[in-house]
């Protein structure tokens, strides 16, 4: 959310943050995949039209480390065009 994702509000294992356009969500989730890390992009008919998404899971084996190499992957996204 800090970095501009809207990141609906709740507690589950399953982080979804909302792109909307499905071209973008599987752009983003190509591009997350080409800096190692692993973020499905679930677009329709698995999710309502116009509400495409990345879905991350993290799980209890992620290493502090390893999620922070995760947002600041994001972030870089945020800054490219």
Known sequence: RGL???VPDGTTQILPVWIGDNDRTMQ???KLLHRDVFVQGIRPP???EGT???RLTPMA???PDQIERAIAV???LV???
Do not use: I, Y
């Open 52 to 54: 495409a998404r990345l």
């Open 61 to 63: 084996t992620h290493r």
């Open 4 to 6: 501009g994702f809207h």
């Open 74 to 76: 994001f972030a870089s």
């Open 79 to 81: 800054r490219e065009p």
């Open 28 to 30: 983003l989730s190509a």
């Open 46 to 48: 698995t999710v309502p």
